[in-house]
């Protein structure tokens, strides 16, 4: 069982005398006594800070809120707390004031690819569904930064309805994502009531929840929440933390009521300046996650999006890490790093060079250790044709729904004999348009 450390007494006290741990350890209480203000953090945290950085802080805020569990902030080493990770994620620095010309109010484009109110149909056969505009802290790095604190935007009852209409009309949707916001700041009841009705959805096959309540609050993990969401299995969750020290008694217990009920847990870490942009610190991580079940899933490139240039670094920060883990420790303790396209092109994985070069029988590969080797392809491969036709193929896929869906887009339909089609040509291209004045047939 999790206790009330010295640090956590000390915050506790400050902010109700003769509080009990089990008021502490109430996820209700923790939201109650929320930090939103510079001079509470600093009486929580006992520090100062000065008249003029006050006011940068001020302006800031003014801007992008700021909330922060005292459970979290209860983890900041106050020692070094300018630099620790815990503070530099969740206590705004002066830098958010600073909006780069490539910087975006939604560089996803998640506005754009949405068909109705809150949900993001980007991909053909998966939708994220946001279904709460609040968090139980606010992430300086949060990708959303335009939408945070903006109370008008919490999704009504009758727009999540919209968006369920949305997805039990569009079939081709195997996979919803629920997102926010954190979908755990919705009460038991309500969230079972949107569990409930997608699971009446018979083509909703998975639903996954992206949350970071077990950084951040990781008591809101309760028993009854827990049994709750087992009803409604396949459930996948995927979390958020970012550094070691992260991980706490808490966290673990949070991570392991989870785990318990059957619930596949995956991470999603950002990659951040100042914060884990560290091969030891990525790997200590990755290490403490699967210790507790949770399998590393994405690491992000930071967003273009506004207020978080200072947290960027460049793409051979991630590449460097990728390389100081691939081969170094357990194949399924590695995550795909990935750059969110901007535009809406959604994630694309980017990772270390590993195929040095190839002939028409044999390629040339080097190892995590930088050995060169070889790999002798076969001389005879009668290659399957394909045009997507399975039925008159000799390979048995032999699924009911496998004529559903038989034509290839994209990189995957140039690489199949399904259809003429030889190249993929952007809209502008110049030298197409000026083809036969405009007419841009390839
Ligand atoms: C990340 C994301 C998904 C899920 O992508 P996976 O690669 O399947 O995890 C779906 N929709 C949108 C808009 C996303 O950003």
Redesign the pocket.
């Given at each position: 069982m999790s206790m009330f450390s010295v640090r956590q007494q000390d915050i506790a006290e400050k902010i109700e005398s003769n509080v009990a741990l089990s008021n502490w350890k109430d996820w209700r209480w923790q939201l109650r006594h929320a930090v939103t203000d510079i001079a509470t953090f600093e009486h929580l945290l006992g520090v100062e800070f000065t008249r003029d950085e006050r006011k940068a802080l001020q302006e800031t805020i003014d801007r992008f809120p700021l909330s922060v569990t005292p459970y979290y902030l209860s983890l900041i080493n106050t020692s070094d707390f300018r630099n620790d990770p815990v503070f530099r994620q969740s206590f705004p620095s002066p830098s958010e004031r600073i909006i780069s010309d490539y910087d975006m109010a939604d560089p996803?484009a998640?506005d754009s690819d949405s068909p109705v109110p809150g949900v993001?149909h980007?991909?053909p056969d998966?939708?994220?569904f946001h279904i709460s505009n609040i968090c139980a802290m606010y992430c300086r790095h949060c990708t959303r930064k335009r939408k945070v604190g903006d109370l008008d935007r919490i999704p009504v009852r009758r727009e999540v309805r919209q968006g369920l209409a949305y997805i039990r009309e569009h079939p081709e949707v195997r996979d919803v994502?629920l997102s926010g916001g954190d979908p755990f700041m919705l009460n038991d009841d309500y969230l079972d009531w949107i569990l409930t009705e997608l699971r009446g959805i018979p083509h909703v096959e998975v639903i996954r929840i992206g949350t970071r309540i077990p950084v951040v609050l990781p008591y809101r993990v309760t028993d009854s929440l827990v049994r709750m969401l087992k009803k409604h299995h396949p459930i996948w969750i995927n979390t958020h933390f970012n550094h070691p020290a992260e991980i706490t008694t808490s966290s673990r217990e949070a991570l392991a009521k989870l785990a318990d009920a059957g619930i596949p847990l995956g991470n999603q870490s950002v990659l951040l300046a100042g914060v884990n942009d560290c091969p030891r610190i990525m790997k200590t991580l990755v290490h403490k996650l699967v210790q507790n079940r949770v399998r590393p899933y994405y690491l992000y490139q930071c967003d273009l999006s506004e207020g978080l240039s200072h947290f960027r670094t460049p793409v051979g920060k991630g590449i460097e890490i990728v390389e100081s883990l691939i081969g170094h420790t357990s194949g399924f303790a590695v995550p795909t790093y990935v750059i969110?396209a901007p535009g809406g092109g959604g994630?694309i994985p980017v990772m270390p060079n590993y195929l040095i070069s190839w002939s028409t029988n044999k390629v040339v590969l080097r190892n995590y250790e930088g050995v060169i080797t070889t790999y002798k392809e076969p001389d005879a491969y009668e290659p399957v044709f394909c045009d997507r036709r399975c039925e008159q193929c000799t390979l048995q896929l032999k699924v009911d729904s496998a004529e559903d869906d038989y034509r290839s887009v994209g990189i995957a339909e140039l690489l199949s004999d399904q259809d003429d089609v030889i190249s993929l040509i952007p809209d502008s291209n110049e030298r197409l348009n000026r083809r036969t004045g405009g007419d841009d047939e390839a």
């Open positions: 996803l998640e993001t980007r991909y998966r939708v994220l994502l969110d994630k």
